[in-house]
T-cell receptor, first 117, second 113 residues
Framework: GENVEQHPSTLSVQEGDSAVIKCTYS??????FPWYKQELGKRPQLIID?????GEKKDQRIAVTLNKTAKHFSLHITETQPEDSAVYFC????????????????FGQGTILTVHP | DSGVTQTPKHLITATGQRVTLRCSPR?????VYWYQQSLDQGLQFLIQ???????AKGNILERFSAQQFPDLHSELNLSSLELGDSALYFC????????????FGPGTRLTVL
């Protein structure tokens, strides 16, 4: 099955700096890669996602890049703010042999991002 | 608010007991997913239902079972509970056609004493 590795496990930055979180996946048939933000005691919240037919996607201060050849994808947060502090999870969604995704997300272990004011 | 609801919010029970967790998906979503989140295992996929039928299964224990009802709400049943079953249980829903976006509910925190 799919295996997703996420680095770093913790990341500490100063307000205004950029933050980058990287993930690698094992199943070359995976085609959907979401990122979730989870604040303490709250639900994972979808913040951005990318599909395999796209190399990069941006939404204001957040961007995600995907390298299908190398099987890795990254989350980039620019101009970080204290409210960006949370745990961030990447995930990969594999296809089955028939080409229909079951929607079964395999998550990375998470990155604890701390933004210092 | 994602539109996905889960009850109860907290559940405290004893080893050997059985509990039922309930989830209502967003309006219009046909797919429901259950995930377990614990400190040592992270976020783990348990099972998916689509329009009443089981569609995918993860590392779900035999002591756990789920179902999706005609009104699309889902229940996760956990039996013969062990201390290690203590975790946050999340339900997520999606339209599950070409969309894969999954929206999570607030979770049920299960504590087994």
């Amino acid at each position: 099955g799919e295996n997703v590795e996420q680095h770093p496990s913790t990341l500490s930055v100063q307000e205004g700096d950029s933050a980058v979180i990287k993930c690698t996946y094992s199943d070359s048939a995976s085609n959907y890669f979401p990122w979730y933000k989870q604040e303490l005691g709250k639900r994972p919240q979808l913040i951005i996602d990318i599909r395999s037919n796209v190399g990069e996607k941006k939404d204001q201060r957040i961007a995600v890049t995907l390298n299908k050849t190398a099987k890795h994808f990254s989350l980039h947060i620019t101009e970080t703010q204290p409210e960006d502090s949370a745990v961030y999870f990447c995930a990969a969604c594999p296809h089955n042999a028939g080409g229909t995704s079951y929607g079964k997300l395999t998550f990375g272990q998470g990155t604890i991002l701390t933004v210092h004011p | 608010d994602s539109g996905v609801t889960q009850t109860p919010k907290h559940l405290i029970t004893a080893t050997g007991q059985r509990v039922t967790l309930r989830c209502s998906p967003r309006s219009g979503d046909l797919s429901v997913y259950w995930y377990q989140q614990s400190l040592d295992q992270g976020l783990q996929f348990l099972i998916q239902y689509y329009n009443g039928e089981e569609r995918a299964k993860g590392n779900i224990l035999e002591r756990f079972s789920a179902q999706q009802f005609p009104d699309l709400h889902s229940e996760l049943n956990l039996s013969s509970l062990e201390l290690g079953d203590s975790a946050l249980y999340f339900c997520a829903s999606s339209v599950a056609r070409v969309d894969n976006e999954q929206f999570f509910g607030p979770g049920t925190r299960l504590t087994v004493l």
